[in-house]
Structure formats: structure tokens, C-alpha cells
Nanobody
Framework: QVQLVESGGGLVQAGGSLRLSCVAS????????MAWYRQAPGKQRELVAH???????SYADSVKARFTISLDNAKNTVYLQMNSLKPEDTAVYYC???????????WGQGTQVTVSS
């Protein structure tokens, strides 16, 4: 099983930036894809950004041109660079990994991002 540990959340003013990190317990080469999700109070968890082992990326429309997902294979880490943050970006952000031939999933514990207006 792949274990994931997120870090980098915090409180930031609107227009500011944060970088989230998610370290995987196994080599990213053994993982099919990784993603960042978020869940705001009273709302469903939503996909924010996705990256495949081959570094193909996709983003939710609400974060395109502001957020960037990337992989560091040497560090078994996926990043989410968040720029031009808005109050509506406030949520708990979760790292997700899909691995193995049966597409098993692992989730991190979540990291809180709060954007003040």
C-alpha cells in the first residue's frame, strides 16, 4: 500500500501563493497517477488537478492558469503550486494516488488551506 503525507497548507491572503507537497512511501514509478482534491465545508470533495506517471496534467476549470501540479520522481513527491489564491479556494486539500494493475487508491490525511479576503 502507498502511504501519502501532505504538507504546506496554511493561512494566506487573497492574491497570495502556497505550495502543497505530498510525499509517497513508494517510488512514483510504481504509481499510475496522482491528484489533488479539495473539500470545502458543506461541499463534496472535488478534483483539483491530476498528473499521470508520464506527467500529463489536467485541471479543474476553476483553477486553470492559477494552479500547477508537478512531480519530482527523485523525491517521490507531487506538488501543487497555487497562485492568485481566492477565498473560494479555502478547503482541506487531499493528495490521492492510484497504483497497481487493479487501480488501488490511497489518500493522504489532508492539509487545510484558508484564504482570507
Amino acid at each position: 500500500q502507498v502511504q501519502l503525507v501532505e504538507s504546506g497548507g496554511g493561512l494566506v491572503q487573497a492574491g497570495g501563493s502556497l505550495r502543497l507537497s505530498c510525499v509517497a512511501s513508494k517510488s512514483i514509478f510504481s504509481i499510475n497517477a496522482m491528484a489533488w482534491y479539495r473539500q470545502a465545508p458543506g461541499k463534496q470533495r472535488e478534483l483539483v488537478a491530476h498528473i499521470t506517471r508520464g506527467s500529463s496534467t489536467s485541471y479543474a476549470d476553476s483553477v486553470k492558469a492559477r494552479f500547477t501540479i508537478s512531480l519530482d520522481n527523485a523525491k517521490n513527491t507531487v506538488y501543487l503550486q497555487m497562485n492568485s489564491l481566492k477565498p473560494e479556494d479555502t478547503a482541506v486539500y487531499y493528495c490521492n494516488a492510484v497504483y497497481g494493475s487493479s487501480a488501488k487508491e490511497s489518500w493522504g490525511q489532508g492539509t487545510q488551506v484558508t484564504v482570507s479576503s
